[in-house]
């Protein structure tokens, strides 16, 4: 059974750094993701990245102040988030892709339904 676990959200003022964690449990794959999905939109890609090329990809809104990392000894998915701004604020969620295919992946990664595995998610807001 695959379990992804998020933490590390919290409120910040505008600026500020956050770094989000998710631990992986039975989850073998190589290709994980960052979502955000603020009230009445839908949820996004924010980040991505591959295990073993660790190759990133971001959306441009993050490009510059946010940056995705893998520990793989750990299981560890990390997010930091420097930088941020009030329309960062939103729930994120990490995400697992059961059948990595790079192809696939590196055309799609920005979207939900690539992604076979999600957390519960953990809540960020920037004030400003």
């Known amino acids: 059974q695959v379990q992804l676990v998020e933490s590390g959200g919290g409120s910040v003022q505008a600026g500020g750094s956050l770094t989000l964690s998710c631990v992986t449990s039975?989850?073998?794959?190589?290709?994980m993701a960052w979502f955000r999905q603020a009230p009445g939109k839908t949820r996004g890609g924010v980040a991505t990245i591959h295990a073993v090329t660790h190759i990133a990809y971001y959306h441009d809104s993050v490009k510059g102040r946010f940056t995705i990392s893998r520990d793989n000894a750990k299981n560890t998915v990390f997010l930091q988030m420097n930088s941020l701004k009030p329309e960062d604020t939103a729930m994120y969620y990490c995400?697992?892709?059961?059948?990595?295919?790079?192809?696939?992946?590196?055309?799609?990664?920005?979207?939900?339904?690539?992604?076979?595995?999600w957390g519960q998610g953990t809540q960020v807001t920037v004030s400003s």
């Open positions: 039975g989850y073998s794959g190589s290709c």
């Open positions: 995400a697992a892709i059961q059948y990595c295919n790079y192809g696939d992946w590196s055309r799609n990664w920005p979207f939900a339904g690539a992604y076979n595995y």
